[in-house]
């Protein structure tokens, strides 16, 4: 998974075809480090698959980390433009934050898995955001892209998006 999700997203910038709502750079990123913590957390509830607590709230944030580009087919992409990338992430959190929600109410502590989870998906969001916007980013993308038509497209610039926009 990590791997074809890794080249599907990298022939996507190739193709010069990364949604006008991200940048290039940041989307070459996003994705391969949304799957790297989506296995991560998959492996912590492997590891803890007898433990009836640790084992369903990692899954479940592991699931999480990986449904960007649900909430970003989802979500309307012209009402919230350049802001698409926190409003999928805040689709994304919304579930350990359920998962915290109900461990409160039900048993009036929070188990440490939903905030294992719930920090790296916020620290997710932090590189995505941070370093997705740097001239490493920018590097990594230019590499990708090489000798392709996605070259000519600037990967720290947003591309224009396929309507008109109201000034």
Known sequence: MVIVGTLSTIWIAQKAAVSFFFLPAQFVLMNPLSM????????????KRRDREWHPRLFICGMAAIMGPSFGRLLPAPLFMYSML????????AFPVAGIVRDKLRYGRVHPAWW???GSILLLQSATETLGRSAIAGAIYARAVVGTPGARVPGLSYQRPPFPIAS
Do not use: P, Y
């Not at 790297?36 to 590891?47: K, N, P, R, S």
């Not at 926190?86 to 959190?93: E, K, L, P, W, Y």
């Open 86 to 93: 926190t409003a999928a992430f805040i689709g994304m959190i």
């Open 36 to 47: 790297i913590l989506f296995v991560a957390l998959l492996i912590g509830a492997a590891v």
């Open 116 to 118: 294992f989870g719930l």
